[in-house]
C-alpha cells in the first residue's frame, strides 16, 4: 500500500500542482508566475540525496520543483515537497538537512511543504531547533495533515485539489469496521460523494480525470462485487452531468430513444476497457519497481496471470 500510495501521490501532485500550492498556501498566485514553466527537478533531488549504504530506497514522492516569481526577475523559488505517511522522531532533522543542501546548491529562495497522511489526530511540529550557547537554529516549514481536514469544507471548497485530500481520506474509512462487506459499502458511499462533488465542479475534464484516476486506485475495494457496482456507478453520474444539450439536440436524443440505449451498452463497455487499460498501465509500473505480484494484484484488482502477461 505505502508504494503504491507514493507513485499516486507523486503523479496527482505534478499533474494539479498549481491548485496543490493554492490550497496549502493561498497567497501563492501572488508570489508565484503560473504563467512561467514549472520544473520537477527530479535528477537533481537524486543528486542531493543519494542512496545511503548498500540499499537503495527511491524518494518518490520527495519533491523538489522550481518556479518563478511574478516580480519579474528571473528569481527561483525552490519549493521543497514530502508526502510523510509514517512519522519518525528524526523527520524534522531529515527536513532541516533538505533546506540546507538545496540551499548550498541553489542559493536561492526555498519553501517547503509537508502532507502528513497518517490518519492520527495528534498534532505533529513542524519545527527543527538547536540552542546551544548563546547560538540558536529555527527551521519552519508547512504543514497539511489530511486528519484535521474536514469532509464538509474539502466538499465545498473549490479547488481541485481538496477533493485529492478527501479521496485520501477514504484510507481511514475502514477503522473499526470488522467485514469486509461493510468497509466496502462504506468506502463506496465515500468515493461516491467525491465522484458526484467532481463532477458537479465546473473542471476541465482532463483534471476530473487525474483526481478520478488517484480516487479510484488510491483505496482499492476488498471485493469485486462492491468494485463493479462502483463503476457502473461512475458511469451513471458521468452520463448525467454531461454538457446540457440545446432544445434541437434534446429533441434528437428524445427521438432516437432506441438508440440511445445501445449507445450506452457500447460506452459502458468503452468505460470498462478504459478502467481495464489503467489498471494495466499501474500494474506495469509496479512491476518495474520490483512490488510482487500477488501484492499488485491486489492492489490494482488484476489476477496474478493477467499481471504476468503484462
Same mark, same amino acid.
Given at each position: 500500500?505505502?508504494?503504491k500510495a507514493d507513485i499516486l501521490w507523486k503523479a496527482i501532485i505534478e499533474e494539479v500542482f498549481? %491548485?496543490?500550492?493554492?490550497?496549502?498556501y493561498p497567497g501563492?498566485?501572488?508570489i508565484i508566475d503560473f504563467s512561467k514553466e514549472v520544473q520537477f527537478l527530479d535528477k537533481e533531488m537524486d543528486q542531493l540525496f543519494p542512496p545511503e549504504g548498500n540499499h537503495y530506497t527511491p524518494k518518490v514522492v520527495d519533491k523538489l520543483v522550481k518556479l518563478y516569481t511574478r516580480n519579474g526577475a528571473e528569481e527561483l523559488v525552490l519549493v521543497h515537497l514530502e508526502v510523510q505517511g509514517q512519522y519518525n522522531e528524526s523527520f524534522n532533522e531529515r527536513m532541516f538537512s533538505y533546506y540546507s543542501r538545496i540551499f548550498d546548491k541553489y542559493r536561492k529562495p526555498i519553501t517547503a511543504f509537508v502532507i502528513f497522511t497518517e490518519p492520527f489526530l495528534v498534532n505533529r511540529t513542524n519545527q527543527y531547533e538547536r540552542n546551544f550557547m548563546g547560538t540558536r537554529l529555527l527551521y519552519q516549514f508547512n504543514t497539511l495533515k489530511i486528519s484535521h481536514q474536514k469532509d464538509?469544507?474539502?466538499?465545498?471548497? %473549490?479547488?481541485?485539489?481538496?477533493?485529492v485530500v478527501l479521496s485520501a481520506k477514504t484510507a481511514f474509512s475502514r477503522k473499526k469496521i470488522k467485514t469486509k462487506e461493510e468497509r466496502d459499502k462504506v468506502l463506496r458511499d465515500l468515493k461516491l460523494s467525491i465522484v458526484k462533488a467532481l463532477h458537479n465542479k465546473d473542471y476541465p475534464q482532463q483534471k476530473i480525470n487525474k483526481i478520478m484516476k488517484f480516487l479510484r486506485f488510491y483505496v482499492n475495494f476488498e471485493t469485486k462485487e462492491i468494485n463493479d457496482i462502483f463503476e457502473q456507478d461512475i458511469q451513471l453520474i458521468t452520463e448525467k452531468t454531461t454538457t446540457t444539450m440545446g432544445i434541437d439536440e434534446l429533441l434528437i436524443a428524445m427521438a432516437e430513444d432506441r438508440g440511445a440505449k445501445k449507445a450506452e451498452k457500447k460506452a459502458e463497455a468503452q468505460a470498462n476497457r478504459k478502467a481495464l487499460a489503467e489498471k494495466k498501465a499501474i500494474a506495469r509500473n509496479f512491476k518495474k519497481l520490483g512490488v510482487?505480484?500477488?501484492?499488485?494484484?491486489?492492489?490494482v484488482g488484476l489476477t496474478v496471470e493477467e499481471i504476468e502477461r503484462l
Open positions: 500500500m505505502a508504494k498549481e %491548485d496543490f500550492l493554492m490550497f496549502i501563492a498566485r501572488e464538509e469544507d474539502l466538499l465545498a471548497s %473549490d479547488n481541485p485539489f481538496a477533493l510482487a505480484i500477488p501484492d499488485i494484484a491486489k492492489g
